[in-house]
């Protein structure tokens, strides 16, 4: 049963969709992520159901085997999905959605030719950001972000990577992150938590990049480690950000404190960054 699945249980689902349009189910008969022209196969059911007891779906198919294989008068929920498209939850796997203030104004800008890095380095673009973000309140940055993952939420979005980043200092790093984790813990969708204390060198320490690589190696990295409010460390290796050697060392030190290891690479010019993440 090419998309299709079941789990037999005693006892009646609590759920139940049924009449779907279309069931993406995304499952697989190819014993490997799919590639290539397979990524177009979606595993799609017409006029899908699927059944869920106790947090668990127990039973994805047709409505009319669903109908023959449970007796649905007792169960508690029933959505008719007639007319809609029904799918597993999304996951976005990188947001930068803790933060304060806007950079609209940025645009007239972009429009006259200023590339990204020409903004940063008059201090625009994330340095703009981290100047509002280092003063906006903890509640206030948890405010920003529920807001922000409500209307994910409402898009479909089950699971979400959050990434620090807007802070460039111990204090407001730690901020945002705490922040992320008092979202992991009262937010519906599901968070994964990425410290970034290296998204860009901080007006402070222009002319001492290395400097905020230490920084960032021997106060930022233990400290989040200790909070233990991250899972994964993230680098923005590019030019005039942090350099190849820099970001090695940022990563096999947040290693050592077990943090996961992520990076920007090669985004804006090639620098050979994607060596740097299959060594690491």
């Not at 429009?111 to 509640?139: D, F, H, M």
Request: proline share 3%; aromatic share 6%.
């Amino acid at each position: 049963m090419h998309g299709k699945s079941e789990i037999y249980m005693e006892t009646d689902p609590d759920i139940v969709i049924f009449h779907a349009n279309e069931l993406v189910t995304m499952n697989t008969v190819y014993g490997a992520p799919r590639i290539g022209e397979n990524m177009l196969d979606l595993a799609i059911i017409n006029d899908g159901a699927l059944a869920i007891k106790d947090d668990r779906i127990i039973f994805v198919g047709t409505t009319d085997e669903l109908t023959s294989k449970f007796s649905l008068g007792k169960v508690v929920t029933k959505i008719n999905a007639s007319q809609k498209l029904v799918t597993p939850g999304f996951v976005d796997p990188h947001t930068h959605l803790i933060f304060e203030g806007t950079r609209e104004e940025e645009l007239s800008k972009k429009l006259i030719g200023k590339s990204y890095l020409e903004i940063l380095n008059e201090g625009g673009g994330i340095l703009k950001t981290v100047r509002e973000t280092r003063n906006a309140s903890l509640e206030k940055l948890v405010e920003n972000g529920k807001a922000i993952l409500n209307t994910m939420l409402s898009y479909g979005t089950t699971t979400a990577e959050i990434k620090s980043g807007y802070g460039l200092s111990t204090e407001s790093e730690i901020k945002m992150l705490k922040a992320a984790a008092i979202l992991k813990e009262e937010h519906p969708i599901d968070i994964v938590i990425t410290f970034l204390g290296a998204h860009a060198i901080p007006l402070e320490y222009k002319n001492n990049p290395d400097d905020y690589v230490e920084l960032i190696i021997s106060e930022m990295i233990p400290k989040v480690a200790k909070e233990g409010i991250a899972e994964f460390i993230d680098v923005f290796c590019e030019k005039g950000v942090f350099s190849i050697g820099q970001t090695r060392k940022i990563i096999n030190t947040a290693k050592v404190y077990g943090l996961k290891p992520q990076i920007h690479i090669d985004e804006i010019v090639d620098s050979g960054g994607a060596l740097l993440a299959a060594e690491v």
